[in-house]
Antibody, heavy 122, light 109 residues
Framework: QLQLQESGPGLVKPSETLSLTCTVSGGSISNSRYYWGWVRQPPGKGLEWIRSIYYSGSTFDNPSLKSRVTISVDTSKNQFSLKLNSVTAADTAVYYC??????????????WGQGTLVTVSS | QSVLTQPPSVSAAPGQKVTISCSGSNSNIGNNYVSWYRQLPGTAPRLLIYENNKRPSGIPDRFSGSKSGTSATLGITGLQAGDEADYYCGTWDSSLGSVFGGGTKLTVL
């Protein structure tokens, strides 16, 4: 059974870089059938997609975050990672990693990690 | 402000049926599949409906989805207390990428 697990610091200072990793188990991140992505949810608010990546490294971007986001895949570790730079309090959120199946725009996020809360504060 | 518009809240009694609407435009719902997610308090979203009206394995047929033009609807029949949750629609937008509705809180009276 596929499992996704987010990991990373729970507290980041303003203007610094938020870094998270999603470890995939029970399936291969190199499977060409899937996209892998990040979705966040500020406390008490709705879902916001950040970016998705294909195992080859090609990405789909949220235009509003694109300039601050880096996403990468490490197939040797079956992981993918998110970096969000120049963070502010508005970036405080629960960050989820998720899989899209099949790998086509408009297809759903069918598996989700449990989420990790990242707070931006000095 | 979400690209997709959902009612903030809906409510119904146990055993009844409820529908949740999701309104968009030709740049998103009008030309792409719609998915629906349920989020219980303190948990990750779970996929309920994909490709407008398909249910993943394990999702009971009490849950249904439909799409017409630039709007979509989630239906839940035989409401149970455990259905109290936030529900989100999602789709692809030609300019914005993957987008979600603002969410609808379902209260079972």
């Amino acid at each position: 059974q596929l499992q996704l697990q987010e990991s990373g610091p729970g507290l980041v200072k303003p203007s610094e870089t938020l870094s998270l990793t999603c470890t995939v188990s029970g399936g291969s991140i190199s499977n060409s059938r899937y996209y892998w992505g990040w979705v966040r949810q500020p406390p008490g608010k709705g879902l916001e997609w950040i970016r998705s990546i294909y195992y080859s490294g090609s990405t789909f971007d949220n235009p509003s975050l694109k300039s601050r986001v880096t996403i990468s895949v490490d197939t040797s570790k079956n992981q993918f990672s998110l970096k969000l730079n120049s963070v502010t309090a508005a970036d405080t959120a629960v960050y989820y990693c998720a899989r899209t199946d099949p790998a086509m725009p408009g297809e759903p996020f069918d598996s989700w990690g449990q989420g990790t809360l990242v707070t931006v504060s000095s | 402000q979400s690209v997709l518009t959902q009612p903030p809240s809906v409510s119904a009694a146990p055993g009844q049926k409820v529908t949740i609407s999701c309104s968009g435009s030709n740049s998103n719902i009008g030309n792409n599949y719609v998915s629906w997610y349920r989020q219980l308090p303190g948990t990750a979203p779970r996929l309920l409906i994909y490709e407008n009206n398909k249910r993943p394995s394990g999702i009971p047929d009490r849950f249904s989805g439909s799409k017409s033009g630039t709007s979509a609807t989630l239906g839940i029949t035989g409401l149970q207390a455990g259905d109290e949750a936030d529900y989100y629609c999602g789709t692809w937008d030609s300019s914005l990428g993957s987008v979600f509705g603002g969410g609808t809180k379902l209260t079972v009276l």
